[in-house]
């Protein structure tokens, strides 16, 4: 069974920076691609960041190039999105996400998410 657990979330201000993290267990990294995307109420679901430890390819939406940055720890099973320099429109639920093949394919299972609230 594959589950991926979202943490990380929480208030911050405007300008400031959060780590997201999500443990994935029943994949293999050297399979999957695992990313991350957010949705806020009323918005179209917007895929933000994604990361292949096989080649260790990446991909950054252009609303958080130079802002974000997607690593993964192998190890752990864990892929974490450092956001800095956030502003009121990264306000979102963010949930992480798995692909069979690669980044730009179909992506098959996600998280419950953790939410990153509007900052003051």
């Known amino acids: 069974e594959v589950q991926l657990v979202e943490s990380g979330g929480g208030l911050v201000q405007a300008g400031g920076s959060l780590r997201l993290s999500c443990r994935v267990s029943?994949?293999?990294?050297?399979?999957?691609?695992i990313g991350w995307f957010r949705q806020a109420p009323g918005k179209e679901r917007e895929e933000v960041s994604c990361?292949?430890?096989?080649?260790?390819?990446?991909y950054y939406a252009d609303s958080v190039k130079g802002r974000f940055s997607i690593t993964s720890d192998n190890a752990k099973n864990t892929v974490y999105v450092q956001m800095n320099s956030l502003k009121a429109e990264d306000t979102a639920e963010y949930y992480c996400?798995?692909?069979?093949?690669?980044?730009?394919?179909?992506?098959?299972?996600w998280g419950k998410g953790t939410q990153v609230p509007a900052s003051s």
């Open positions: 029943g994949v293999s990294f050297d399979d999957y691609a």
């Open positions: 990361i292949r430890s096989l080649d260790n390819r990446t």
């Open positions: 996400e798995t692909y069979p093949v690669a980044c730009s394919g179909p992506y098959d299972n």
